[in-house]
């Protein structure tokens, strides 16, 4: 049975950081792409980072670059997700995906998490 379960979120002030994890199982972890996503209340689920199966390329969002650090230790087949400088903004549910032939999308992932809570008081 496949699962990612998403861990770490919280409440935390405006300029505080966060880490997130997301933990794998049920398919072989090391040859996915995997990646980050949120979503805001009332708000369409948007884009935050991606990563290769190796770890040696990433992708992140315009809003995010410079903040936040995909990264991915295949040993533990687990995902995380490095929050620091955090603004009101980035206040969402964030989401972990994995696809398996290219760096997951909305539209083209096969796995999904259930989502942890990110909250960023001003």
């Known amino acids: 049975q496949v699962q990612l379960v998403e861990s770490g979120g919280g409440l935390v002030q405006a300029g505080g950081s966060l880490r997130l994890s997301c933990a794998a199982s049920?398919?072989?972890?090391?040859?996915?792409?995997m990646g980050w996503f949120r979503q805001a209340p009332g708000k369409e689920r948007d884009f935050v980072a991606a990563i290769n199966w190796s770890g040696g390329a990433t992708q992140y969002s315009d809003s995010v670059k410079g903040r936040f650090t995909i990264s991915r230790d295949n040993a533990k087949n687990t995902l995380y997700l490095q929050m620091n400088s955090l603004k009101p903004e980035d206040t969402a549910v964030y989401y972990c995906?994995?696809?398996?032939?290219?760096?997951?999308?909305?539209?083209?992932?096969?796995?999904w998490g259930q989502g942890t809570q990110v909250t960023v008081s001003s």
């Open positions: 049920g398919f072989t972890f090391s040859r996915y792409y």
């Open positions: 995906a994995a696809r398996r032939s290219y760096y997951p999308t909305i539209n083209n992932s096969n796995y």
